[in-house]
């Protein structure tokens, strides 16, 4: 199985006796990269990673999210997001500050309350334009 560079959209493979399954999951998929909004409520004191897993791919989502309704967050939290190349619409909705990074690479802190356009190379995250 074959996947797209950038967004791991499944490949059709030629042959394939059901195409229309793969197609309408890519399908989907893009309309999250490019529509969908991800609301993240933190329910723990912790770091969160955006889930790649199949059923979920948080981190395709056009805008992410991230609330905080039951005041959990005592401090600055990193919110992880995987080594793909990607425009981030990061919107923190909690009363700390917010890292959105890879685990490995360097972030960008987002104040409380403020969205950010970021992107990500694969490596580090860094900012596209100013918070607002």
Known sequence: MTTTTNLELIELESSLAEP???LN???ELVDRTLAGILTHNMTSDADYTLSTATNL?????????????STNLTTTRNI???????IYIFVNATAQSLVLKTSAGTGITVATNKTQYL??????????????
């Open 25 to 27: 999951d890519s399908l």
């Open 57 to 69: 791919r948080e981190w395709l989502y056009a805008v992410t999210k991230i609330t905080d309704t």
């Open 80 to 86: 992880i997001v995987p080594t793909n190349t990607k």
């Open 20 to 22: 229309e399954i793969i």
């Open 119 to 132: 992107y990500c190379d694969g490596t580090n995250v860094e900012a596209i334009a100013a918070a607002i």
